[in-house]
């Protein structure tokens, strides 16, 4: 990569707060291609406080999961790629039972992806699909009424590779 020319300026993109370590229990390991990270071992690692602490959404919508629609509420997904930097152009999502999916990074922003912490106004426990399910706003899109959508949808989730 060549530097910048004599007399030039070169634009640097914002400036991201540097993450803080997490004061609570760790619910949710980012590691990969990550530019911010909080432990010794370069991963981004975030507590509840953390991880809402970076803006909430909440929208109601039908799933093959409840028999009537829900409210979700939870942190964009696109928020959290921000905030660790993410350069890869694949999330893979591990359940605390070991399950993974692969999503591709393109969908958070292009879909409303949240990682939801809330249904229905109240924290999901790990017993029902908590602390962490990541949803699509299924109803916004026909396309997201699949298959392929529906397996993305991962719940349980406590880890995070950005590849």
């Known amino acids: 990569m060549g530097g910048a020319a004599a007399g030039s300026s070169v634009l640097a993109s914002p400036a991201r707060a540097a993450l803080a370590a997490p004061s609570g229990p760790v619910i949710l390991s980012i590691s990969g291609k990550i530019s911010q990270t909080n432990t010794p071992t370069g991963e981004a690692e975030f507590d509840r406080e953390a991880l809402e602490a970076l803006g909430q959404v909440t929208f109601t919508t039908q799933t093959p999961w409840y028999p009537k629609p829900v409210t979700f509420e939870g942190v964009p997904a696109a928020k959290i790629m921000e905030a660790v930097g993410a350069q890869g152009n694949l999330a893979t999502a591990v359940a605390l039972n070991d399950y993974s999916t692969e999503i591709p990074i393109s969908d958070f922003a292009r879909y409303g992806v949240i990682f939801a912490l809330k249904r229905d ?23 997201l009424h699949s298959r392929s959508y529906y397996g993305r949808s991962a719940w349980q989730v406590t880890r995070l590779v950005i590849g």
Not at 122 to 127: D, K
Not at 129 to 141: L, Q, R
């Open 121 to 143: 106004g109240a924290y999901m426990p790990v017993r029902d699909k908590g602390p962490i399910f990541i949803v699509y706003p299924y109803d916004t899109d026909p396309i």
